[in-house]
């Protein structure tokens, strides 16, 4: 059930979004435990000069192969952010050959009551999840 969206520098075929959006769900079911079919991702492509992403100042350049990944999910633990980071530039480097330093990552916690799924309902809060 995380929500999660993805702004990119437009430019990038449809397989490769597609492998890329495979791939970070891949590390969130491994590093989240999370179901197959609990996938909710969007991407937005922005021209060159619409995106800024540098690197507050840790010292490392970014290509126009920069991804910012903006989650929002219930909580998960420190562990398993941890593992999610490493598994998921793992999987985009090895996909999609992205360098490390191209991926950001944004985590936003949120609880229960903030999820309805469909029909008007919080399926959390319902217990139907």
Known sequence: MPLIRFDVIEGRTDEALKVLLDATHDAVVRAFGVPERDRFQIITQHKKNEMIIQDTGLGFERSDQVVVISIRSTQRSDKAKKEFYQILVKELG????????????????NGAGEWSFGFGKAQFLTGEL
């Open 94 to 109: 090895e996909r999609c050959g992205i360098e490390p330093h191209d991926v950001m990552v944004s985590i936003v916690t």
